[in-house]
């Protein structure tokens, strides 16, 4: 017998197609903050070693929460491994699809206004330096160099 996907409902399982999950309330969520983070088996396929993330280290944090932010089949999942506070304090720094954003943005509001605290530079209390439009590509903190060339008539190559 062949097999027919929409009959079990599993036409739209891949993390690609279907909708994010996302909880009602971010003060649902009740994961750990700190120790290590083991996510299920569907969302890191491979050893139990490779699922573990310790929460210490901050490039594994954010790769533990864009993994199941991305992956998690339901709001109970989310609910289970995700930390509200932490979850405020990387938001701007995941890597995200950008329907998963939108999807937590839309339904959780005070993200989108969250500030970056993991950079200095992005202190809200910091007034904005402007500088005079220049023409042309700039990098910031370099000099601008201006050659003056002169073209030879006449001259033979």
């Given at each position: 017998?062949?097999?027919?996907?929409?009959?079990?409902?599993?036409?739209?399982?891949?993390?690609?197609?279907?909708?994010?999950?996302?909880?009602?309330?971010?003060?649902?969520?009740?994961?750990?903050?700190?120790?290590?983070?083991?996510?299920?088996?569907?969302?890191?396929?491979?050893?139990?070693?490779?699922?573990?993330?310790?929460?210490?280290?901050?490039?594994?944090?954010?790769?533990?929460?864009?993994?199941?932010?991305?992956?998690?089949?339901?709001?109970?999942?989310v609910e289970d491994l995700i930390?509200?506070?932490?979850?405020?304090?990387?938001?701007?720094?995941?890597?995200?699809?950008?329907?998963?954003?939108?999807?937590?943005?839309t339904q959780h509001p005070s993200?989108?206004?969250?500030?970056?605290?993991?950079?200095?530079?992005?202190?809200?209390?910091?007034?904005?330096?402007?500088?005079?439009?220049?023409?042309?590509?700039?990098?910031?903190?370099?000099?601008?160099?201006?050659?003056?060339?002169?073209?030879?008539?006449?001259?033979?190559?």
């Amino acid at each position: 017998m062949s097999y027919v996907a929409s009959r079990d409902g599993r036409r739209n399982r891949s993390a690609a197609r279907r909708t994010p999950a996302v909880p009602d309330r971010i003060d649902k969520l009740h994961g750990n903050g700190l120790g290590v983070l083991e996510v299920p088996h569907h969302m890191s396929c491979g050893h139990a070693s490779r699922r573990r993330y310790d929460l210490e280290d901050p490039a594994q944090l954010r790769h533990a929460y864009e993994q199941v932010l991305c992956e998690a089949a339901g709001c109970r999942e989310v609910e289970d491994l995700i930390n509200p506070a932490t979850l405020r304090r990387v938001w701007r720094d995941l890597h995200l699809p950008s329907r998963v954003r939108e999807a937590w943005e839309t339904q959780h509001p005070s993200l989108r206004r969250t500030v970056n605290r993991t950079r200095p530079d992005s202190a809200p209390d910091r007034e904005p330096t402007t500088r005079p439009p220049t023409p042309g590509f700039t990098r910031r903190g370099r000099a601008q160099v201006v050659r003056n060339t002169t073209i030879r008539s006449g001259a033979a190559r």
